[in-house]
């Protein structure tokens, strides 16, 4: 009866255009990060009027194997700012594009779920305090008042989990230790 309830979740969470967890246990548990590096970057000051512009931002993120070695594996994690003035003149674009490569011995077990999720979570974080400082001193050079990202707040569709099949020993509490008085 259990493995009716499940099914009919997934059932339900694919019709509502949301796809079942993905375990990047296998990955996160091997994984060694080789480098990350800025791949590409863009920006343009446009129209800057007294009000400050609305703030947009989108992320893209691109997985693949890296052809010159199959252990190897390519997060590329796109992040673009967009400032809009209220009457929709653009008066800021920010761009960069982070190529972050990661190195793991069980690559040929992983399917592209796993990988887009792992880059969709690991990947966006690992790359989210160079997003960071670049959008700081990227608005700070164009001689605007420095733009500082909000920490990172992450929804990643498909949902993902990363557990660990041990179970969580409970910790002893310690108590804290009075001396007597003489």
């Not at 339900?12 to 967890?21: Q, S």
């Not at 252990?71 to 809009?84: D, I, P, R, S």
Request: charged share 25%; hydrophobic share 35%; aromatic share 4%.
């Amino acid at each position: 009866m259990t493995k009716k309830r499940q099914t009919k979740k997934r059932q339900n969470a694919a019709n509502k255009g949301e796809m079942p967890p993905v375990d990047i246990t296998p990955i996160v548990k091997e994984v060694q990060l080789c480098h990350l590096r800025l791949r590409k970057s863009a920006s343009v000051l446009g129209v800057i009027t007294n009000n400050p512009p609305e703030l947009r931002q989108a992320i893209t993120i691109e997985t693949g194997l890296n052809e010159a070695d199959p252990k190897e594996f390519l997060v590329q994690a796109t992040f673009t700012l967009v400032g809009q003035n209220p009457d929709d003149q653009e008066a800021l674009h920010i761009e960069a594009t982070f190529e972050i490569l990661y190195k793991s011995d069980v690559l040929a077990e992983i399917t592209p779920e796993q990988m887009n999720a792992f880059g969709q979570l690991i990947g966006v974080n690992n790359a989210w305090p160079y997003w960071r400082e670049f959008v700081q001193s990227t608005t700070t050079r164009m001689g605007l008042p420095a733009i500082t990202m909000p920490l990172l707040r992450l929804s990643p569709t498909p949902p993902v989990t990363a557990q660990s099949k041990k179970a969580a020993k409970p910790r002893k509490k310690r108590h804290a230790v009075t001396k007597k008085k003489k």
